[in-house]
């Protein structure tokens, strides 16, 4: 229970809905609890469970994704049209929740520089910058020193940074246009 804090601000992150945040690591608990013969004792607990969370909330997204719109809110009632575009559904070729995710908020150039990290590289990035793990952590999760955490977060922003210094100077962002000289 002392990690029920962390979890629910990481949902609270995921989610931006009080109420759905609750609902997330309620389900985070449950599916804990039932898998946890799964987990071994020594590791971090706290990054397993935060895992468990991340995956529910992926999962849950691209169902909800899935799920026919309700033609009638009022009445919770679906329509012959909402019945005949959900028997039109193939599950073949569906994306994973994190890859639709990640479609629907980066940019086409962001994904293409992430995905040419070393997996190693991508993933300490991933968990540190944009989930906001700690060193710690992450090191705990991947069963590294926090240097080496620390080592590959550093090459993998130096990498981003290079890959992706076109992309933001087209948008304004990086070095100031004005010349420096000396005086």
Do not use: C
């Amino acid at each position: 229970m002392p990690i029920v804090d962390t979890l629910y601000r990481h949902a609270m992150r995921l989610t931006n809905n009080a109420d759905d945040a609750q609902d997330l690591v309620q389900d985070t608990f449950e599916r804990g609890f039932k898998h946890f013969s799964s987990f071994e004792p020594g590791t971090n607990f706290a990054a397993w469970m935060t895992t468990i969370e991340r995956n529910l909330f992926f999962n849950q997204y691209q169902k909800a994704k899935r799920r026919p719109q309700r033609a009638n809110a009022a009445t919770g009632e679906y329509d012959d049209w909402d019945i005949y575009a959900a028997s039109e559904h193939q599950s073949q070729g569906l994306k994973s929740a994190e890859d639709s995710y990640w479609e629907a908020f980066a940019p086409q150039e962001i994904m293409a520089a992430l995905h040419k990290l070393s997996p190693e590289r991508r993933q300490v990035f991933i968990d540190a910058a944009i989930d906001g793990k700690s060193y710690q952590q992450v090191a705990d999760e991947q069963g590294v020193a926090i240097g080496t955490v620390m080592s590959r977060l550093n090459r993998a922003r130096a990498q981003l940074k290079q890959e992706l210094a076109h992309y933001a100077a087209e948008r304004g962002y990086g070095k100031s246009k004005t010349s420096t000289s000396s005086h």
